[in-house]
């Protein structure tokens, strides 16, 4: 099993930035993709970036390309999630997940951490 923990939510107003961490735990990672996805209330959850442990090669849905980066620290065994320009829209609990890298569905997921941004 893979166990993830997030951290880095808060509260901002429109057009700040914040960075969301996630570290991984309980096996290597080299065949994994690591991701981001959100819920507002009321709302589906909504995939919003991933990355390939191993390559390091990533995806972005298109209401935050340009203005989030999703990047990864294995030494660490961490990755993040830098959130620039933010939109009151952006206002989610941000979940971090991870899948095998052959497989469709994401198997592990952090506790969340609430964003919030002020218009």
């Known amino acids: 099993q893979v166990q993830l923990v997030e951290s880095g939510g808060g509260l901002v107003q429109a057009g700040g930035s914040l960075r969301l961490s996630c570290t991984a735990s309980?096996?290597?990672?080299?065949?994994?993709?690591m991701g981001w996805f959100r819920q507002a209330p009321g709302k589906e959850r909504e995939f919003v970036a991933a990355i390939s442990w191993r390559g390091g090669n990533t995806n972005y849905a298109d209401s935050v390309k340009g203005r989030f980066t999703i990047s990864r620290d294995s030494g660490k065994n961490t990755f993040y999630l830098q959130m620039n320009s933010l939109k009151p829209d952006d206002t989610a609990v941000y979940y971090c997940?991870?899948?095998?890298?052959?497989?469709?569905?994401?198997?592990?997921w952090g506790q969340g951490t609430q964003v919030t941004v002020s218009s």
């Open positions: 997940a991870a899948r095998r890298t052959i497989a469709t569905v994401y198997d592990y």
């Open positions: 309980g096996r290597t990672l080299g065949n994994y993709a």
